[in-house]
């Protein structure tokens, strides 16, 4: 069986020593749990995952599901997955006793779904979509759809899906179309399609939940009038399950994560569709937004365990492969070496060690926040929610964007080989290809940064940022050894405050489009701002315990490791700060549209 393609002792390492899981058991909530329980899911995981996931990845990117008159066939493994997972209590896990969960922290879970995304990442999209609908709904619907969906969800009998894009929305989804016509029992029937439905349709089990978001009919324009509903795709009637007018009338041929159907839906074809409305109308999209949000750390998370898959599997190969021989002293008398000792493979390697760690840092970052927002009260609650609303657009972009890059430097690493089918680089490169797209494209997440949250609140969040990084800063600045990276970072946070100082004065002046024009650099310099925040703070632990007794020699090298990377980080890529920060500072408008187009 194929070995695992991350770092449990990494794992642990975020989890136990710099983010200290363990502190949230003192809360009543998790009290019931302690390094036994969450260890234990965590091998749960790694056991499906090594039982019915890794072993079917290649095998499913070859067969990927078939829409034949109407009806979805995924994979059988998909089924068999599907069944262990929801079997093992891992799909209801993180929610309320209540609803038969455990409630373990999202940050464990968080975990969890790492260990399973680095194995199948087209799988895990199944029972992530099923989490999202049940925890939406415990939300913001009736204690009857709750009670009606919700267990069925979490027991693994139905699953769930998130119906947003249409033709015409994707980006904008304030120019949704599909219409819900109020009913005399107070229901409303459904019509209109959606597109590029992730696990749309399928014969896994025998009813699937839509969240569709649409318009009832006469509702204002814009976001106001987009409501939320809840289409089964079977009507549950009595014990029986009969048609609610839900069609598959496409299915497309992806370029990746080729295991989850992406399904173009009708629904009400024959006007026999009905919905339910999820809390009260217009509201929709602000109760979609949790589960997007939810998801979008979820994505950032995506990126990140697939460029785990490809830097273990491209250090294996660099350890394996022999190529050439060093400049010094090269002589054709000497064998070739193994192609990890030449510096451009090494920097490849790093490149790749750096964003997975350093991003999956950051992520856990953001779940640990989402954890202590459930626990805390009042003002204290609120500044975790502002700090998610912050953070997340960044963890999503820098997951994605980069996880793209760190893939793509791993098949680099494999040369002509990872072009091929013979390793899994090329798979991993197409499946990680989406994570920019979906859930909000990177173009809309920075806008959403920029516009939402720094112009938006006039940069209040980014104070209570700045506050979270400044105690890392200075944990760090009590150690000679990274006092220099703990300076260095706090420099870079000045700059990012002078730069956003001149965004916020040239906001008031009624230029929108121009002072948004380059959010994507401005999200680009923030994401290594704030990576490099979590390599200080891994940085700080690794140096701890470098300084206390120890005489085992893996784990001192793994503190080592932990060090050589932060400095790769900050030399590497914090180093292109200077470049963002100089574009950002230059006035010369280039992408704003004028009267005469030059793009030509
Ligand atoms: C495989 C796959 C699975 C998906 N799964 C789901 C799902 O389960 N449920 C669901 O509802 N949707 C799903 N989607 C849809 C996905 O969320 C959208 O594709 C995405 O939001 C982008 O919308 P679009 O494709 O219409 O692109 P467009 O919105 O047309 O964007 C095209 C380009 O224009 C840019 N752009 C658009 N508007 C602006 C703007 N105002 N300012 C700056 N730049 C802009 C974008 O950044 C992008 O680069 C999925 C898509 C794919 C490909």
Same mark, same amino acid.
């Given at each position: 069986?194929?070995a695992?393609?991350?770092?449990?002792?990494n794992?642990?390492?975020?989890?136990?020593?710099?983010?200290?899981?363990?502190?949230?058991?003192?809360?009543?909530?998790?009290?019931?749990?302690?390094?036994?329980?969450?260890?234990?899911?965590?091998?749960?995981?790694?056991?499906?995952?090594?039982?019915?996931?890794?072993?079917?990845?290649?095998?499913?990117?070859?067969?990927?599901?078939?829409?034949?008159?109407?009806?979805?066939?995924?994979?059988?493994?998909?089924?068999?997955?599907?069944?262990?997972?929801?079997?093992?209590?891992?799909?209801?896990?993180?929610?309320?006793?209540? =609803?038969?969960? $455990?409630?373990?922290?999202?940050? &464990?879970?968080?975990?969890?779904? %790492? !260990?399973?995304?680095?194995? /199948? #990442?087209?799988?895990?999209?199944?029972?992530?979509?099923?989490i999202?609908?049940?925890?939406?709904l415990?939300?913001?619907?009736?204690?009857?759809l709750?009670?009606?969906?919700?267990?069925?969800?979490?027991?693994?009998?139905?699953?769930?899906?998130?119906?947003l894009?249409?033709?015409?929305?994707?980006?904008?989804?304030?120019?949704?179309?599909?219409?819900? =016509?109020?009913? $005399?029992?107070?229901?409303?029937k &459904?019509?209109?399609?959606?597109? %590029? !439905?992730?696990?749309?349709? /399928? #014969?896994?089990?025998k009813?699937?939940?839509?969240?569709?978001?649409?318009?009832?009919?006469?509702a204002?324009?814009?976001?106001?009038?987009?409501?939320l509903?809840?289409?089964?795709?079977?009507?549950?009637?009595?014990?029986?399950?009969?048609?609610?007018?839900?069609?598959?009338?496409?299915?497309?041929?992806?370029?990746?994560?080729?295991?989850?159907?992406?399904?173009?839906?009708?629904?009400?074809?024959?006007?026999?569709?009905?919905?339910?409305?999820?809390?009260?109308?217009?509201?929709?999209?602000?109760?979609?937004?949790?589960?997007?949000?939810?998801?979008?750390?979820?994505?950032?998370?995506?990126?990140?365990?697939?460029?785990?898959?490809?830097?273990?599997?491209?250090?294996?190969?660099?350890?394996?492969?022999?190529?050439?021989?060093?400049?010094?002293?090269?002589?054709m008398?000497?064998?070739?070496?193994?192609?990890?000792?030449?510096?451009?493979?090494?920097?490849?390697?790093?490149?790749?060690?750096?964003?997975?760690?350093?991003?999956?840092?950051?992520?856990?970052?953001?779940?640990?926040?989402?954890?202590?927002?459930?626990?805390?009260?009042?003002?204290?609650?609120?500044?975790?929610?502002?700090?998610?609303?912050?953070?997340?657009?960044?963890?999503?972009?820098?997951?994605s964007?980069?996880?793209?890059?760190?893939?793509?430097?791993?098949?680099?690493?494999?040369?002509?080989?990872?072009?091929?089918?013979?390793?899994?680089?090329e798979?991993?490169?197409?499946?990680?290809?989406?994570?920019?797209?979906?859930?909000?494209?990177?173009?809309?997440q920075?806008?959403?940064?920029?516009?939402?949250?720094?112009?938006?609140?006039?940069?209040?969040?980014?104070?209570?940022?700045?506050?979270?990084?400044?105690?890392?800063?200075?944990?760090?600045?009590?150690?000679?050894?990274?006092q220099?990276?703990?300076?260095?970072?706090?420099?870079?946070?000045?700059?990012f405050?002078?730069?956003?100082?001149?965004?916020?004065?040239?906001?008031t002046?009624?230029?929108?489009?121009?002072?948004?024009?380059?959010?994507?650099?401005?999200?680009e310099?923030?994401?290594?701002?704030?990576?490099?925040?979590?390599?200080?703070?891994q940085?700080?632990?690794?140096?701890?315990?470098?300084?206390?007794?120890?005489?085992?020699?893996?784990?001192?090298?793994?503190?080592?490791?932990?060090?050589?990377?932060?400095?790769?980080?900050?030399?590497?890529?914090?180093?292109?700060?200077?470049?963002?920060?100089?574009r950002?500072?230059?006035?010369?408008?280039?992408?704003?549209?004028?009267?005469?187009?030059?793009?030509?």
């Amino acid at each position: 069986m194929s070995a695992p393609l991350y770092s449990r002792r990494n794992l642990h390492f975020m989890l136990y020593e710099v983010f200290d899981v363990l502190s949230l058991t003192k809360h009543s909530y998790f009290a019931a749990h302690d390094s036994e329980s969450f260890n234990m899911v965590l091998d749960t995981a790694e056991g499906i995952a090594a039982k019915a996931m890794r072993p079917y990845l290649k095998e499913c990117d070859l067969h990927p599901p078939q829409l034949e008159d109407g009806n979805v066939k995924v994979h059988p493994a998909v089924h068999g997955y599907y069944r262990l997972f929801s079997e093992s209590g891992l799909l209801a896990a993180g929610f309320d006793e209540q =609803y038969g969960g $455990q409630q373990i922290p999202k940050t &464990i879970y968080a975990a969890t779904d %790492f !260990i399973i995304g680095n194995a /199948h #990442n087209g799988f895990e999209m199944f029972t992530s979509l099923s989490i999202g609908v049940a925890r939406l709904l415990i939300s913001f619907a009736s204690p009857q759809l709750v009670n009606e969906y919700v267990p069925k969800i979490l027991s693994g009998a139905f699953t769930g899906t998130m119906c947003l894009t249409e033709t015409q929305a994707g980006s904008s989804l304030s120019d949704i179309a599909t219409t819900a =016509y109020r009913q $005399q029992e107070g229901n409303y029937k &459904i019509k209109g399609q959606k597109i %590029f !439905i992730s696990a749309g349709d /399928h #014969n896994i089990t025998k009813n699937i939940i839509h969240l569709v978001l649409a318009r009832i009919e006469g509702a204002v324009k814009g976001v106001k009038g987009i409501s939320l509903f809840v289409v089964p795709k079977k009507r549950i009637v009595g014990s029986d399950l009969v048609t609610n007018d839900v069609h598959s009338i496409g299915i497309y041929h992806k370029m990746g994560q080729r295991s989850t159907p992406a399904m173009h839906l009708e629904f009400g074809a024959n006007n026999d569709c009905i919905g339910h409305l999820v809390g009260e109308e217009g509201k929709g999209l602000a109760y979609m937004f949790q589960m997007m949000n939810a998801a979008r750390l979820g994505v950032g998370l995506g990126g990140t365990f697939i460029a785990s898959a490809a830097y273990y599997a491209s250090l294996q190969y660099a350890r394996e492969r022999p190529q050439g021989r060093r400049p010094d002293g090269k002589t054709m008398n000497e064998p070739p070496v193994t192609i990890i000792h030449h510096p451009d493979v090494r920097r490849m390697l790093l490149l790749q060690k750096t964003f997975v760690e350093g991003s999956l840092s950051f992520l856990l970052q953001c779940f640990k926040y989402v954890d202590l927002e459930k626990i805390s009260d009042d003002d204290e609650k609120q500044r975790y929610t502002d700090l998610l609303e912050l953070l997340t657009p960044v963890a999503k972009t820098y997951g994605s964007e980069m996880g793209l890059v760190a893939v793509n430097n791993g098949l680099q690493v494999l040369g002509g080989y990872g072009y091929t089918e013979d390793f899994m680089l090329e798979q991993l490169a197409r499946d990680v290809r989406i994570m920019s797209l979906y859930e909000g494209t990177t173009g809309i997440q920075s806008l959403a940064l920029l516009g939402r949250q720094v112009i938006g609140n006039n940069g209040t969040t980014l104070e209570y940022w700045k506050d979270e990084v400044m105690k890392d800063i200075e944990a760090a600045q009590g150690y000679s050894n990274i006092q220099c990276y703990a300076d260095w970072l706090l420099n870079e946070v000045e700059e990012f405050s002078k730069i956003t100082h001149n965004v916020l004065a040239a906001a008031t002046k009624s230029k929108k489009e121009i002072v948004l024009s380059d959010a994507n650099l401005y999200m680009e310099m923030f994401a290594l701002i704030n990576i490099a925040w979590q390599w200080v703070k891994q940085g700080v632990v690794a140096q701890l315990k470098l300084n206390e007794f120890n005489d085992n020699p893996d784990e001192t090298k793994f503190y080592k490791s932990k060090l050589h990377s932060m400095k790769f980080f900050f030399h590497y890529e914090l180093i292109k700060t200077k470049a963002l920060s100089a574009r950002l500072r230059d006035h010369e408008v280039l992408t704003v549209i004028q009267d005469e187009d030059l793009i030509m």
